[in-house]
């Protein structure tokens, strides 16, 4: 590849950046609304599972949009370039997934123990529940991180 030669992303590197910008957008606001609420409201009295699950389920959305939209974007820059807009997935991209998927399960598997911990001792549901999201919210950066700088910088 020469020096001057655009770098361009697969697909698979696309749905990496599109899952930690709404992901990462969705759990934003999550905290920006539960931070207020938790700071004047006795933890007992706060309904955090609505808000969290909606912060959930709008990151899913969310990603699968914005990967087809991405997708538009790149048949619309691209015509006819299947080379370009990596229609299949290669060796390096399923090494790539397997690298950031075995980062990640190390990251939930610990955050996962500190939840079982609380469990354990008896903290309140909001707590074991906000210390579960917040885990998988985790984990789910570090294996986009890991993913996205495995794309750029390789093995």
């Not at 931070?35 to 955090?48: D, G, H, M, N, Q």
């Not at 899913?60 to 619309?76: F, K, N, R």
Request: charged residues 15%; proline residues 4%; hydrophobic residues 55%.
């Amino acid at each position: 590849m020469a020096e001057d030669e655009p770098l361009y992303t697969t697909r698979e590197e696309r749905q990496v950046w599109s899952g930690l910008v709404t992901m990462a957008a969705s759990a934003l606001l999550y905290y920006a609304w539960l931070v207020p609420v938790l700071v004047r409201t006795p933890v007992a009295e706060i309904s955090w599972v609505p808000p969290m699950f909606w912060s959930m389920l709008a990151g899913m959305v969310g990603t699968i949009v914005v990967a087809i939209v991405l997708e538009i974007v790149v048949a619309v820059r691209h015509p006819g370039d299947e080379e370009q807009g990596a229609i299949a997935v290669d060796v390096r991209d399923r090494e790539i997934g397997r690298s950031g998927s075995r980062f990640a399960t190390a990251v939930l598997g610990t955050g996962l123990g500190a939840v079982v911990i609380l469990a354990a001792i008896g903290a309140d549901h909001f707590w074991i529940g906000n210390a579960a999201f917040l885990c998988g919210l985790l984990a789910t950066v570090a294996e986009a991180i890991t993913k996205l700088r495995l794309y750029r910088r390789g093995f």
